[in-house]
């Protein structure tokens, strides 16, 4: 429908009935005057009244020229008058006119003669403001070298969303001349774009009034067929003096520069938080496989849809290896993490498995050559490639695998492993820039992962070596039932210098022994195996508990200034006696039945390593079904504890002395030494029996 309501006629030609009013004329106010042969005013239209001042009264009648001219013009507007009259060509020009209030206007003139149906000769002036024409001029003028001039698609739809007119700047952006615009509507002329929405957003702006400012529009055009370009629009609603809606006024920026700014400028802070994220989380720890999942929880999902951490074996294992071209890579998986379905994670192998790759495979490229691997858009025949069995292949191209990556895990020169990166459900294939961030990635947890795997294998050897020199089960002896644990530090701390023994005496004596080594790793398992030695060979001196700490006193003073804390005590099943002497150490726990379990008092003394300070020795009641409890401190001290009321709750699961032993250990063990407890822990339990 048009404007006023009537049907507009097909191909943008008039509409038939009438129009409502335009108010361009309403805007010069123009003025009618008619003048008879003499020069008498006969017609006076009520903008005359307004632009001259006089009323229809007072103007009908009288001598134009006498009311509204100088008196110094007057033989100038008689000629102009008479030359109209006599040869019937119009005049036209701006002329001084005296208002009624004695101002002087200068008012715009259209001069014709007019004849009557008798032959009569009249004069017909239209008049307006001359400043008032000027001024719409000067618009008309600007606007028009603005439309033609402005780098800005400019355009005019009518209310039909047909266009009316375009600018040069919009000829170029659709490819289109103007001729080929005019008429017809968006998706004839732009049919890569989304028009349903454009010409729905047209509307509402026809209906509404309410301008659409700077949307984004994204699509190709003929001025560009194979070029994706990004568009800020802008709809406004044309209405003129008379609030008739005249059509919708469009405007059209690119922006496509300043968009893959934006983009880029986005994608570089997204880089650098993730970035920033993995400097904060990878390698919080020194276990290998929590490091590896912390890289792959960091890649996934901001960079991938499936992330895995894979590492050659023989690196896992401590061994430096090189393949060549024609040899397969032995890896182990170590961690996996997907934002994907069940299809991407079977595919993977599992941490912990170990799968031979062909020299073929992708990721058997990327370690051996320490260069990363891109496919940018996964192909059928990529797959068999990429996955590590035929069942993979078919799983990954299930799960809808479309983009691929592998950087390598490269640390002081060594390829470790690579970094695996998939995309199915992030529509954007892999990139160049998203190489560069998975390797900066891989780079930085490469550090973290091979410092992982070394201190891991110190760790292990540690870890041998100290259970090397532990007795595997404590010997059996006259009078004594035995139990032992010794319980490593959690898995991100070094192992520590604990020891524990059982020796059996002359005369069916036992001496039971608890140290711990100050300080950690392969040092301080050495240095406890040479304490033990020592130990071990005193013991079978038969010496006094305090000799014995003070001959260990002087050997561990010679260990490279090693310093440790020792109980020493000595069970006589046939005095139903144990003597015991201290070093530093924690005191043993006794459990009697029918009594409170309790802390036995001796001498603290000083620890082994210190010297010039004596020992003591004590002598306790050790009856048939009593029990003694040696321990380290790793067993019972936390950070958030008082180690008075760990002490106190170490007693508190000592309330059954018929327990067996084996149970206690466990018990004690589980209840009181956490898995990240940064200590391990030493535990003997000895509880007497009767002779036979």
């Known amino acids: 429908m048009s404007a006023a309501g009537a049907p507009a006629a097909e191909g943008g030609g008039p509409a038939s009935g009438p129009m409502r009013p335009g108010g361009l004329l309403d805007v010069l106010r123009v003025a009618s005057v008619v003048l008879d042969a003499n020069g008498r005013i006969v017609l006076w239209s009520p903008q005359a009244e307004e632009l001259f001042g006089y009323t229809a009264q007072e103007a009908l009648g009288q001598y134009a020229a006498r009311l509204m001219v100088h008196e110094r013009h007057l033989e100038l507007v008689g000629k102009l008058f008479a030359d109209v009259m006599r040869t019937g060509q119009s005049w036209a020009g701006g002329f001084p006119i005296r208002h009624k209030d004695g101002s002087t206007r200068v008012v715009e ?113 003929p001025a560009d067929p194979d070029e994706d370009h990004v568009w800020s629009l802008s709809l406004y609603r044309l209405d003129d003096a008379m609030n008739n809606v005249l059509g919708v006024a469009v405007s059209v920026v690119d922006i496509t520069e300043q968009h893959r700014a934006s983009v880029e ?68 998986a170590l961690a996996v993490r997907a934002d994907d379905g069940t299809d991407a994670v079977r595919a993977t192998d599992p941490p912990g498995q170990i799968a031979r790759y062909g020299p073929d495979r992708l990721v058997t490229e990327c370690v051996r050559t320490g260069e990363s691997v891109l496919v940018p858009r996964v192909k059928d025949e990529d797959l068999p490639r990429i996955a590590s069995s035929a069942e993979g292949a078919v799983l990954l191209g299930r799960a809808g695998l479309h983009s691929y990556v592998a950087v390598p895990l490269i640390a002081r020169g060594e390829v470790l492993g690579a970094l695996d990166l998939k995309r199915t459900r992030n529509p954007a294939p892999f990139d160049e820039d998203d190489v560069l961030l998975a390797r900066e990635l891989a780079a930085r947890a490469a550090v973290q ?123 006589d099943p046939h005095l139903r006696q144990c003597r015991i002497a201290n070093a530093g150490h924690l005191p043993p726990a006794r459990v009697r039945p029918g009594r409170p379990p309790e802390l036995l008092d001796l001498p603290t003394g000083v620890p082994l390593g210190v010297g010039g300070v004596e020992f003591s020795t004590i002598t306790v009641d050790f009856e048939p079904g009593d029990e003694l409890v040696f321990y380290t401190d790793g067993l019972v001290e936390t950070r958030r ?5 760990r002490l106190d709750f170490m007693l508190s699961l000592l309330d059954d002395p018929a327990r067996p032993l084996e149970e206690s250990c466990d018990l004690l063990l589980r209840t009181l030494h956490h898995p990240d407890n940064h200590d391990d822990v030493a535990l003997l339990i000895a509880r007497a029996q009767e002779l036979p």
Request: aromatic share 2%.
């Open 109 to 221: 003139f259209r001069n014709m003669r007019l004849l009557d149906d008798r032959g009569d000769v009249y004069a017909l002036g239209l008049a307006a403001d001359q400043s008032t024409v000027r001024r719409l001029e000067q618009d008309v003028a600007l606007s028009e070298r603005m439309v033609k001039q402005s780098p800005i698609g400019l355009a005019v739809l009518d209310t039909r969303l047909r266009f009316v007119s375009v600018n040069p700047a919009l000829e170029k952006i659709n490819g289109l001349p103007a001729v080929e615009h005019v008429g017809r509507r968006l998706r004839e002329v732009v049919p890569r774009l989304d028009a349903d929405a454009l010409e729905a957003a047209a509307r509402r702006v026809l209906e509404t009034g309410v301008p659409l400012i700077d949307d984004p529009l994204i699509g190709r055009t």
């Open 265 to 332: 400028a986005e994608t570089a802070r997204r880089r650098l938080a993730v970035i920033a994220d993995a400097s904060a989380r990878i390698g919080t720890t020194l276990e290998l496989e929590r490091t590896a999942r912390e890289l792959a929880e960091v890649a996934v999902p901001e960079l991938a849809d499936v992330a895995a951490v894979d590492l050659l074996d023989a690196v896992v294992e401590g061994r430096r290896t090189r393949l060549g071209p024609s040899e397969s890579a032995v890896i182990r």
């Open 449 to 571: 992962i091979d410092n992982a795997r070394w201190y891991q294998n110190a760790r292990n050897t540690a870890l041998t070596l100290q259970r090397s020199l532990l007795p595997s089960h404590p010997p059996v002896t006259t009078g004594l039932e035995v139990a032992s644990r010794y319980q490593p530090a959690g898995a991100t701390t070094e192992v520590g210098g604990d020891w524990f023994d059982v020796i059996p005496l002359e005369g069916g004596k036992t001496a039971l022994v608890v140290g711990d080594v100050m300080g950690s790793g392969i040092s301080a398992a050495a240095t406890m195996g040479r304490l033990r030695t020592a130990t071990t060979t005193l013991a079978a001196l038969g010496l006094d508990p305090a000799r014995l700490l003070e001959h260990l006193d002087k050997t561990t003073s010679a260990l490279d200034h090693s310093i440790a804390t020792c109980v020493y005590a000595v069970h």
């Open 641 to 645: 504890h008082s180690l008075d009321e």
